[in-house]
């Protein structure tokens, strides 16, 4: 298939347009270079630099790629702005990034392109779970714009689907961590700047890059007090977009939580971290961050069933020892 892979120069895309490549299929990278890191991209795929914000430029693309003869199959929508704690200071950014950007690309594929988008979604739209393992079919609450920007993204999707046809796939996923190999055995690991994400921060002080980790919140209801997380590989993730998009073959609409079914809390994490690395990585306690959910963790027993997803990495310890690699050779 030939699919267009918006964000695909960033950590997530970049590891789903690496699979596209090793599976056989033409991906073309559609990214604005903010986040991701076009040297990263497999050989052999096509990259075009823009901003979703720009529908002219979309439907140029959907155009030429009609014109050439070969027409887009699919589009794999990862573009987004992705922190949660700089959502709650400008939340204008992420509705217009996510949001507004979304339907750009949304309207230029009603004019011009496919049918079929699997869509990036997140954990963030059930906000405070009632209950856990959180399951697809449960209250969708965001505590912060991020969530709630990618929420109405999802609303979109309900009525495109309804009343264009658009079938979807949206994808509500956890966090995401670990480094992937690629073609050729190009790595791919989780490297933001500035860095917000817990696991990479974690192995920043262990190469000494940093001198402490910070904990935000000690004192939540949970077990040692520290915010609980599920923590899903990223080819794992990537794994799972691609079989979603195959089901859309025969389905309108799939909605599935993508997770590994486990809660680790920040302490557990770091303790994990401690372990396979063999550093001592000293943490300090800070306030509460506005927005963070207590406990995030996924059921993801309708992907498994439903896709034949088979999620690879289900220890933390192995999923930190693959980004613990792709972070030593970085910096080597």
């Excluded at 559609?30 to 979703?52: I, T």
């Excluded at 959907?62 to 003869?69: R, Y």
């Excluded at 869509?119 to 449960?138: C, H, K, M, N, R």
């Excluded at 690879?312 to 980004?323: F, G, S």
Aim: charged letters at 25%; glycine letters at 10%; a negative charge.
């Amino acid at each position: 298939m030939k699919i267009l892979v918006t964000g695909g120069a960033g950590y997530i895309g970049g590891a789903v347009a690496s699979l596209l490549a090793e599976q056989g299929h033409r991906g073309v990278v559609f990214d604005n270079l903010s986040h991701g890191r076009r040297e990263l991209l497999p050989a052999g795929v096509e990259f075009v630099e823009g901003e979703l914000a720009d529908r002219p430029s979309l439907e140029s693309l959907f155009i030429s790629a009609k014109l050439q003869g070969r027409p887009f199959d699919a589009v794999l929508h990862f573009a987004a702005l992705i922190e949660a704690g700089e959502s709650m200071a400008r939340p204008e950014i992420y509705f217009r990034n996510n949001t507004a950007s979304t339907l750009s690309l949304l309207e230029a594929m009603l004019a011009h392109g496919p049918r079929r988008l699997v869509f990036s979604s997140t954990a963030a739209v059930y906000g405070e779970p009632e209950s856990l393992p959180i399951q697809e079919d449960a209250r969708l609450l965001p505590t912060n714009p991020y969530g709630e920007s990618k929420l109405l993204v999802e609303h979109m999707l309900d009525w495109f689907n309804r009343i264009h046809g658009l079938r979807y796939a949206s994808l509500r996923y956890f966090n995401v961590a670990g480094a992937a190999e690629g073609p050729g055995g190009v790595a791919r690991g989780e490297a933001h700047e500035p860095e917000s994400h817990l696991i990479p921060l974690v192995l920043d002080v262990a190469l000494g890059r940093r001198p402490s980790i910070r904990i935000y919140g000690a004192d939540y209801p949970t077990p040692d007090g520290t915010c609980i997380r599920d923590y899903i590989h990223v080819s794992d993730l990537a794994d799972a977009h691609l079989l979603a998009l195959d089901a859309l073959e025969t389905r309108d609409r799939v909605i599935l939580n993508l997770g590994n079914g486990q809660g680790f809390s920040v302490r557990e994490v770091i303790e994990s971290a401690r372990h396979v690395t063999g550093h001592p990585i000293p943490a300090e306690i800070h306030p509460r961050r506005p927005g963070d959910a207590a406990v995030l963790v996924a059921s993801s027993e309708r992907a498994i069933r439903e896709l034949g997803w088979k999620p690879r990495y289900t220890q933390l310890d192995e999923i930190i020892r693959t980004a613990w690699i792709w972070h030593q050779k970085r910096y080597a």
